[in-house]
């Protein structure tokens, strides 16, 4: 895994930037060494610390797999 200040990501994925920061978490761009794809990576902060982040996570991770 790979340290980069907030995030720990598998190897295969180059860091490019920080594309933005919000009240739940921080959002990089990131090139998957092994497809040659850009892609974004999001770390969401305290995720289950309290129900309404849990659910507000889990709506989230829904509607982005329906994308």
């Given at each position: 895994?790979k340290?980069?200040g907030?995030?720990e990501i598998?190897?295969k994925?180059?860091i490019i930037?920080i594309?933005?920061?919000?009240?739940?978490g921080v959002?990089?761009a990131?090139k998957?060494?092994?497809?040659?794809?850009?892609?974004a990576?999001?770390?969401?902060s305290k995720?289950?610390?309290?129900?309404?982040?849990a659910?507000?996570?889990?709506?989230e991770?829904k509607?982005l797999?329906?994308?």
């Amino acid at each position: 895994m790979k340290k980069n200040g907030e995030f720990e990501i598998e190897p295969k994925y180059d860091i490019i930037e920080i594309v933005g920061r919000g009240a739940y978490g921080v959002v990089l761009a990131a090139k998957d060494t092994e497809k040659n794809e850009m892609v974004a990576i999001k770390k969401i902060s305290k995720a289950f610390e309290h129900r309404i982040f849990a659910k507000r996570t889990l709506r989230e991770l829904k509607i982005l797999r329906n994308l």
